[in-house]
């Protein structure tokens, strides 16, 4: 077999179209999961009677299960359960006439929410007790102490972690062309088998993720600077 | 007016205070002085309830704590009343001196922003840092970072401010400047409770000493009386090994030379 260097640029630029879906399926649930997450640790921390525990277990089965399987789980599971209700309830939606794409979001906000709240727990346990005990010396509630003293300092702590877990939704949003979506890899699938190039095909897509996650590391590191200016002496 | 009544705490079985009453009259300077641990920090943060106390009440400026029945809402209204000065100082590291100093005068006191600057900028300029206003803490050296503390607290206009060792962690050159302005705030009348190790500074800013071991109090009087002639044996050798110490020093630095 030869390796047909011109068609990889070829597919570059056919694969490159699918590049709003893939930030789709990437942006939309870190999004989603940064909230579940931001509410996860908050009943974590505080040890909320009832749900904590359930929160535990959401967490420790989302983080100990593949996303592939998050995925499978909801688009295979949820049509059941949401045409049951429907012929219970007398709901005139079909599980047919929802988007798969709506499916995948939901699976992964839920992984993403699963490895948010872990990174912001660890966010908010490094940040010093003494800051918490500052502000609640001042007046300030317990909710108030946390957003505006407490959580800031976390976030800017967790930075790297965030863009760490925003590589890791780049490339995890490829497992969303198993339930045919037509994003970078998706896309590349559809280019392999049209012109039976499999190789040129992937190594496209392959470029193209390495490209992004090189600009997202610019980036971070950019976001980096001006969060921790705080940190660093020097300037103000 | 400040009153404490029968306080006492546990951490698990150990009983670190056993009953503490004091009585601090408006205006007045009342150090807390002691061996380490016999919990005179712990007493200074069940004032406000930094740490809630077993047993007792709070009362400040009329407004009767019990720490038993304490709720969310009167342990607020109490450290609203209060302020606190801290050993590590604790300024919000994400806020220059100026927004440390206005973030309780905007988000507890509800003032507009521009009033609060104003304010803000009066206190600074008080504790003689007004360059330094929009510096970040950690660019501020200890002494600078612990009188924007002491801003902090002052700016919020408490019925008392708690300075819980405020110069412990200071390098000794950088002791001096702090204990000048607390000595610069107490003169202007504010009441204050001061837990300290500086023996000669408690003795020149306070109008009343404390003197605490193993979680009660062994002697409380005025300074003349508690430094001159102390009647209590523990109170006594707690300044003789201070004394000592200090003679220690200032031999051993004769000796070096």
Redesign the interface.
Known sequence: MQIDIPFIFTALTEIFKALPLTMIITLVPLMIGFLIGIGITLIRIRKVKGIYRLANFYVSFLRGTPALMHIMLIYLGLPLLIDKMAETFHWSIQSTSIPILLFVLMALSLTAGAYMSEIIRAGILAV?Q??L??????????F?AMR??VF??AI?ISLPNLCNIFIGFLHTSSIAFIVSQKELTGAANIVASNNLKFLEAYIAAALIYWGLTIISEKVTALLEKRVT??????V? | MIQLRNIQKSFGNQLVLKGIDLTVNKGEVVSILGPSGSGKTTLLRCINFLERPNEGQVIVDDFKVNSKQANKKEILTLRKKTAMVFQQYNLFKHKTVIENVMEGLIIVQKQPKETARKLAMEVIEKVGLTEKANAYPVQLSGGQQQRVGIARALALNPEVILLDEPTSALDPELVFEVLEVIKRIADEGITMIIVTHEVSFAKDVSDYIVFMDQGEVVEEGIPTVIFNNPKEERTKRFFKRINREEDNLESNLTNAI
Do not use: C, K, L
């Open positions: 010093d003494g800051q005990e500052a502000a609640e010396s001042i007046g300030m509630t317990g108030q505006r003293i800031p300092q800017a200016v705080y940190n660093r002496g020097g103000a």
